[in-house]
């Protein structure tokens, strides 16, 4: 096996040869994130169990700013929610409130598995879906408790992407800390086609089954994203806003700039400095690094 800091530095002259010196950081203040359901997800994930959609903003209370306010303070959205038993976000019963919405902000949708006439309703809707991407049915039914695989989750990525961008994302480690068919998605991935990705990280999150779970080895998660920058020479790496803080995140984040990631979302102090020193030209964005 490849010593990691040999890994590392062969994905950093990758992405010299294929990328700008010049690395994307959000801090993403001007996108609100809204969920459709309030509160309530049907399916209650080993890894989120509502918790997520409490930090959210409810439609009332968007319907409430949008009444006060000729102008949103926001410029995007994420629409997302809890998900129904079938595992989708439902999305079409509040498609008044988001075509009124659609006129004023840029909208990044996270659905889950659309059937085909719901994802046919995107089209004048979304600007881009950030569909989570699994590829392993053991995973899948411990963290959603769904009877899915690949295949369904292939079948939805490829019908949306004919209707809309769609911005891939692969949670490392979901399956509780544990490695759960990653390389397995990112072989999917490379088969469908891709035009960008983005990595979170398994978090432990307290009131969830998974609050005990630890996240993946740090030095792991850096390898897999070295590897995935090898094997994606010229795609779009991003490093999302899922992932551990502390000493974890620091040592994360430092390694993603090192080894090429192009985006990060708040990137700590020691990123932002090690962008400098390798000579990579700051541009800050302020929204949701899906859109």
């Not at 209370?61 to 926001?74: C, I, M, P």
Request: hydrophobic share 40%; charged share 25%.
């Amino acid at each position: 096996m490849v010593q990691l800091d040999t890994l590392v530095q062969q994905a950093w002259k990758v992405r010299q040869a294929h990328f700008a010196d010049e690395i994307f950081f959000d801090f993403p203040t001007l996108t609100e994130s809204i969920t459709l359901t309030g509160h309530s997800c049907a399916l209650d994930c080993a890894h989120c169990g509502g918790h997520y959609l409490k930090g959210m903003t409810s439609v009332p209370e968007v319907k409430a700013l949008g009444s006060q306010d000729s102008k949103y303070a926001f410029r995007s959205a994420l629409i997302s929610g809890g998900c129904t038993a079938e595992g989708k976000v439902p999305f079409t019963q509040q498609l008044d409130f988001l075509h009124t919405l659609k006129k004023d902000v840029h909208l990044n949708f996270h659905v889950g598995l659309l059937d085909d006439d719901e994802i046919q309703l995107l089209k004048d809707l979304a600007d881009v879906v950030s569909f989570d991407f699994v590829a392993d049915s053991d995973t899948i039914e411990e963290v959603y408790g769904l009877k899915k695989g690949l295949t369904d989750y292939s079948r939805v990525y490829q019908a949306l992407r004919k209707v809309v961008p769609v911005m891939p994302h692969l949670t490392l480690g979901l399956r509780g800390g544990q490695w759960g068919g990653e390389e397995k998605a990112l072989d999917a991935l490379e088969e469908l086609g891709l035009d960008g990705l983005i990595f979170n990280v398994f978090i432990p999150t307290p009131g969830t089954r998974y609050e005990q779970k630890p996240p993946l080895p740090v030095e792991e998660v850096i390898r897999f994203l070295a590897s995935a920058r090898l094997r994606f020479p010229d795609i779009s790496l991003a490093l999302g806003c899922m992932r551990p803080k502390g000493r974890y995140r620091q040592i994360l984040d430092e390694a993603a700039v090192a080894l090429g990631i192009n985006r990060l979302v708040m990137p700590t102090p020691g990123a932002r400095r090690l962008a400098g020193e390798l000579g990579l030209r700051v541009i800050r964005g302020e929204e949701c690094c899906a859109l």
